[in-house]
């Protein structure tokens, strides 16, 4: 039986799984809403890739998680490594496009910017305080325009003469966009608008004194809307290269890092079944407070997280 | 109220309440009280009362206050710096007042340190009955603890992520703080100095001879108080990390560095920033010619010469290739979001690290 290399990402919005081989091929993948509840998100994830697997004569040997639930899935699936999306990402890319210089990552509720000199990571950056720009925005404007976020960047590629749309923040966003709406411009160059404004934004804000430098991969789910792809190429003047695959990258990356990290355990897919329950509460041992995560198999206490002292350590038992 | 009766109390920053407490009992001999160490609460509290916008240190100042004067504290003291802490004293003042509390208050910011006699009268605040020989005499050993606190925190900068028993540097510390709080004078200090810099000295580490460093700089609050920061300090020293800086009060108040820092900064800011400003340009500067792999500012959320200073750590960056992460610091950030950044951090600075030797 060949060996498999499972990759999950479990982000705010979206959970991605990968099983690759041992020359990276993908041999099943997934893509699915988190809903807010990482656990069941995994859950069904595991059951839809089992469901690929089958008649493949393959076995996963060892898991890596990432994402913002990485460290729970982590506990839960026995992963062998546990790491962060911007890592994640950039292995991952760096896998398929070994000369890749520059990330561009938008996702649901955050965005980054990676740059890479020779296949190793020089300089990064994510957005830190402000959800303008981000998928959640796009979707929401969309909503507000009565089209799917799906069509938008079809849409936004019939305009001939993209509205201006402030890019400084979505409070600053929303009201010119319903500004310019009440005054006549057509649907489709408000579209073409925000698109533009989205990467105006990302460009200002993230992008601020790094050197972007071709080939560019644009990765995440709004690498989905060529709307904002081609507002990305007129920006930065080179071409931008948008994955097939591109959503999954971050489980990817990280089911690479768990081959390379050599170390196996077994897995099985039945931990869909198993019943894994977490239980949250505020530790009264001293004024801060913590909130302590602990997280149990069965009945079975496995591991806890959270506090900032000794005072609310939990021990697990064994 | 009569000097007997005063309970004096300076806001926390880092560990200096030691040497505060020694200056005020010993110089101006009057109580002190130590504020409860800083928690969520105390934000909670500062926050409260606070104007939404204003720099996380002013939150926590307000919080301190409010947990101080709980406690008895009847005398509150503000420092001074180069920005809009010039104006925080008498701001927090101005609220505490507000809300009923009755107190005195030293603000530094109103003083002309220029004048002995405006200086005097200002000290009379902390004390009616003030014998200035006895403030003068207090100082060498207030100076001496500064010294002492910050040479050891070096020290645990440097190695604690090297420790081979986990806690042992901590522990240690917070044995020698628990006995500097009743120092009496120079002497009993250079006894207690000398027992725990050997001690210190002879934690066993299991440190490699190429380690990775990163340098630490930022706002003068942020940077030094490790509750604001996230103790991200500690975070790096997790990763094995050997963590440096240069901003502490042995620095900036003692030996002061200004001038000497704005000449390393010359080449990128002429002018004077404001604040921290030119200092966090030339201590990046400094880091990246001693070979930091990685620098790391942080900073208060709407801190404007931190803010000032960004560009111009770009240009560092990029002239020295080296990366620089930036933070910035309210009253609530997703732990989050600063572990995920901290992490690629340290696989970024790793690989490069690697590639280098």
């Not at chain 1, 990676?114 to 909503?143: K, P, R």
């Not at chain 1, 897995?267 to 997280?295: L, P, Q, W, Y």
Request: aromatic share 10%.
């Amino acid at each position: 039986m060949n060996k498999a290399y499972l990759g999950i990402d479990i982000g705010s919005i979206s959970t991605k799984g990968v099983v690759i081989d041992a020359e990276n091929n993908i041999l099943a993948k997934e893509y699915l809403w988190t809903e807010g509840d990482p656990m069941g998100a995994v859950k069904r994830l595991l059951k839809a890739l089992e469901a690929q697997m089958k008649g493949i004569d393959a076995e996963i040997v060892s898991v890596g998680t990432t994402g913002s639930a990485r460290k729970l899935i982590g506990v839960i699936t026995g992963a062998s490594v546990v790491k962060n999306e911007i890592t994640a990402h950039a292995i991952g890319t760096t896998t398929i496009h070994p000369d890749v210089r520059t990330i561009f990552e938008i996702g649901g509720q955050d965005s980054k910017i990676v740059i890479i000199e020779n296949g190793f990571v020089t300089d990064y950056a994510m957005n830190t305080l402000c959800a303008a720009g981000t998928g959640s925005f796009l979707s929401s404007q969309a909503h507000r325009l009565g089209v799917s976020v799906e069509d938008f960047g079809e849409i936004a590629l019939t305009s001939k003469k993209p509205t201006n749309i402030a890019a400084r923040c979505t409070v600053f966003a929303e009201s010119d966009l319903v500004h310019k709406a009440q005054i006549g411009h057509k649907k489709e160059d408000i579209i073409a608008g925000l698109c533009k404004a989205v990467v105006a934004n990302y460009l200002n804000n993230i992008g601020k004194g790094k050197k972007i430098m071709p080939p560019i991969v644009f990765q995440g789910g709004v690498s989905k809307n060529v709307g904002v792809k081609k507002a990305f190429e007129e920006a930065v003047g080179h071409e931008v290269i948008v994955d097939e695959n591109g959503h999954l990258m971050g489980a990817f990356g990280v089911a690479v890092l768990a081959r390379k990290s050599g170390k196996e355990r077994p897995f099985s897919f039945d931990t869909a079944d198993i019943e894994f329950r977490t239980r949250g509460f505020e530790c009264a041992k001293c004024a801060n407070h913590c909130e302590i995560i602990c997280v149990y198999r069965e009945k079975e206490l496995i591991d806890s997280w959270g506090n900032k002292c000794e005072n609310g350590a939990v021990r697990t038992a064994g | 109220m009569t000097h007997n009766e005063i309970v004096a109390c300076f806001p926390h920053m880092a560990n200096y309440a030691y040497a505060f407490k020694y200056v005020c009992e010993h110089g101006f001999e009057v109580k002190y009280l130590i504020p409860p160490p800083i928690t969520k609460r105390t934000l909670e509290l500062g926050a409260r009362v606070s104007p939404d916008y204003v720099c996380s240190p002013f939150k926590y100042c307000m919080g301190c206050y409010l947990e101080a004067l709980e406690l008895g504290a009847n005398c509150l003291m503000q420092i001074y710096g180069g920005c809009r802490l010039n104006y925080y004293g008498e701001l927090n003042a101005r609220i505490l007042r507000d809300m009923g509390y009755e107190f005195e208050f030293f603000d530094m910011a109103a003083v002309n340190w220029k004048s002995p006699k405006d200086i005097i009268e200002h000290f009379r605040i902390i004390n009616p009955d003030i014998n200035p020989v006895k403030v003068v005499q207090a100082l060498p050993v207030t100076f001496r603890i500064i010294e002492i606190l910050d040479e050891f925190e070096d020290l645990i900068r440097h190695n604690v992520g090297f420790e081979v028993n986990d806690g042992e540097f901590d522990g240690t510390y917070k044995e020698f703080l628990g006995k500097l709080e009743n120092v009496e004078d120079g002497k009993e200090l250079k006894e207690l100095e000398k027992e725990y810099r050997t001690r210190l000295h002879g934690i066993p580490l299991n440190k490699p001879a190429k380690t990775i460093k990163v340098g630490f700089v930022g706002d003068y609050y942020t940077v030094q108080e490790p509750f604001s920061n996230y103790f991200m300090e500690k975070e790096l020293a997790k990763f094995g990390m050997e963590v440096y800086r240069q901003m502490n009060f042995t620095n900036s108040v003692i030996h002061n560095q200004g001038k000497k820092k704005r000449k390393i900064a010359k080449k990128y800011a002429k002018y004077p920033l404001g604040a921290t400003a030119n200092s966090t340009v030339a201590e990046a500067i400094t880091f990246a010619k001693e070979g930091c792999a990685g620098i790391i500012q942080v900073k208060s959320f709407g801190c404007m010469p931190e803010i000032d200073a960004m560009p111009i750590l770009q240009n560092v960056s990029r002239d020295y290739h080296v990366p620089i992460l930036h933070f910035s610091f309210d009253s609530q950030t997703s732990e989050t979001g600063v572990r995920t950044r901290l992490e690629a951090f340290y696989d970024m600075v790793e690989a490069r690290n690697g590639r280098k030797a």
